[in-house]
C-alpha cells in the first residue's frame, strides 16, 4: 500500500511538473509573439523586413538563449507538430489569401496561373528530381531510394492544382436564405469562420487538395457569402480572419527559428559539413535553375495569348520567378513526415536532407525575403495613386470591402462587348472571353441563388435590403447639400 501510494505521488509530481513547464512554455512562447509583433510596428516605416523574416530572426536568437541556458541540450520551448502544423495553423493562412484576393485580377490571369501550377511546377519536379539524383549519388550521403529523390522533387516545387469550391457555396445559401445576422452577429461570424475550416478538413477526410480548397473557399465566401452578412459581421469578418492569419504566420516562423537550432537534428551530420552544405548549395541551385525553367518559356507561351496591355514583360517575370523561390515551414514539414517521424534521426542521408532543407528554409526565407523589396522597387517603381479610388460604393454594396479594388459590377472593357463574341476574339484573349461568359452567368445564375453584390434579391430584413437603404439615404443627404 506505501509502495503505491510512493508511486502515485512521484507520477503526480511529474505530471505537475510537466504542466508546469508547458504553463511556462507558452508564456514565454506568446511573449515573443508579442515581441515579433511590436518589433513589427516599430520597423513598419523603414524595414526591409516583413513580420515573417523578423519572426524567423527572433526565433533563432531565442533558441540560441535556450541552447545556451540548457547546456546544448535543447534549442526548443515546444515540439514541432505535423498535426499542429496542417490542422490549425495553415488553414487561416490560405484561407485569409483566398478571401483577400483580387478576385478579378486573379481570374482574368487565370490560364496563365494554371498553366504555371500545373505544367510549370511538373517541370520544376522533374528537374530538382534528377538533378538530386545525379548529384547526390555521386557525394555518397546515404542510402536514399528512388521515392526519397521524388520526394525530394515534391517538397522543393511542388504546387497543387486540384480544387473544389464545397462548403463556400454552402455557406453562401445558408446566410441569404436565413439572416442569421439579424437576431446574433456572434452566430453569424461563428458560422462562417466553422464552415470556412469545414471545408478545410472535409478536403483531408476525401484525401482532396486541403490547401486550394480552403483557398477558394475564401474566394467564394467573399464573392457570395460576405455580401449576405450585416455591416457589423462584415467588418468583423474581415478582420478576424486577417488577424488569425496573421498570428498563425508568426507563430509558425517563430517556431521554424527555434527548432532549427534542435541540436538533435545536427549530431549526425557534425563530422560531415562539407556535406550538408554541398547538398544545400545543390538543392538551391537546383530550386532556381527548375523555378527559371519553366517561368520564362511558359511566360512566352502566355504571351502569345494575351493584348498588348497584359503581357508579362521581362521585369514582370523577373518578379514571378524570384517571388516563388522561398521555402517555408511547408518544406519542412513535408521533408519530417519523408525523412523522420520525430524531427531528427540517426541515419545519415535521412538526417543530411533534415538539415539541408532547414538550410534551404532559413537561407531563402531571408536572404531571398530581403532583397525582395528593394528588387520590386527597383523592376517596379511605385506612381502616385488616388487614395480615393480604393472604395467603390455601388448599391448593395458597403464601404468594408476585403480588399476588391478593381472588382467592380461595371467593367468598361466588358460591358462595352456586344453580347457575342467572335471565334477570333476568343482565339486572340481566350482568358477575358471566358471571364465575359463566367460574369454572365454569375449574374444571371449564381448570384440570384447564392446571393452577390447588387444582383442579390432584396428582402426585407436581410443585410442586402439594409446595405441598399443606406446607400440610398446618402445619396439623398448628397443631394440636399448640393454634393456630386
Known sequence: MAIGLSTMLKKTETMLGSDHASVVSMNLFVALLCACIVLGHLLEETRWMNESI???????????????????????????????????????????????????????????????????????????????????????????????????????????????????????????????????????????????????????????????????????????????????????????????????????????????????KWDVVRDSPGQSIGVSSILLGLILLGRAAFVFPLSFLSNLTKSPDEKLDWKKQVTIWWAGLMRGAVSMALAYNQFTTSGHTKVLGNAIMITSTITVVLFSTVVFGLLTKPLVKHLHPSSKRSSTTALQITPGSSLQEPLLNGD?????????????????????????????????????????????????????????????????????????????
Not at 546515404?142 to 464545397?166: E, H, K, M, N, R
Open 408 to 484: 467592380s459590377i461595371y467593367d468598361p472593357y466588358y460591358d462595352h462587348i456586344d453580347q457575342s463574341i467572335t471565334f477570333r476574339m476568343f482565339l486572340k484573349t481566350p482568358s477575358r472571353a471566358i471571364h465575359h461568359y463566367w460574369r454572365k452567368f454569375d449574374n444571371a445564375v449564381m448570384r440570384r441563388i447564392f446571393g452577390g453584390r447588387g444582383v442579390s434579391p432584396v428582402v426585407p430584413g436581410s443585410p442586402v435590403e439594409t446595405s441598399i437603404r443606406q446607400w440610398s439615404e446618402g445619396v439623398e443627404i448628397k443631394e440636399q447639400n448640393g454634393e456630386p
Open 54 to 264: 523578423t519572426a524567423l530572426i527572433i526565433g533563432s536568437c531565442t533558441g540560441i538563449v535556450i541552447l545556451l541556458i540548457s547546456g546544448g541540450k535543447s534549442s526548443r520551448i515546444l515540439v514541432f507538430s505535423e498535426d499542429l502544423f496542417f490542422i490549425y495553423l495553415l488553414p487561416p493562412i490560405i484561407f485569409n489569401a483566398g478571401f483577400q484576393v483580387k478576385k478579378k485580377q486573379f481570374f482574368r490571369n487565370f490560364t496563365t496561373i494554371m498553366f504555371f501550377g500545373a505544367i510549370g511546377t511538373l517541370i520544376s519536379f522533374v528537374i530538382i528530381s534528377l538533378g538530386a539524383k545525379h548529384f547526390f549519388e555521386k557525394m555518397n550521403i546515404g542510402d536514399l531510394t528512388i521515392s526519397d529523390y521524388l520526394a525530394i522533387g515534391a517538397i522543393f516545387s511542388a504546387t497543387d492544382s486540384v480544387c473544389t469550391l464545397q462548403a463556400g457555396l454552402l455557406s453562401a445559401f445558408i446566410m441569404k436564405k436565413l439572416y442569421i445576422g439579424r437576431h446574433s452577429t456572434d452566430r453569424e461570424v461563428a458560422l462562417m469562420m466553422l464552415l470556412a475550416y469545414l471545408s478545410y478538413m472535409l478536403a483531408e477526410l476525401f484525401h482532396l487538395s486541403s490547401i486550394l480548397t480552403v483557398f477558394f473557399c475564401g474566394i467564394v465566401m467573399s464573392h457570395y457569402t460576405w455580401h449576405n452578412v450585416t455591416d457589423k459581421s462584415k467588418v468583423t469578418t474581415k478582420h478576424t480572419f486577417a488577424a488569425l492569419s496573421f498570428l498563425a504566420e508568426i507563430f509558425i516562423f517563430l517556431y521554424v527559428g527555434m527548432d532549427a537550432l534542435d541540436i538533435r
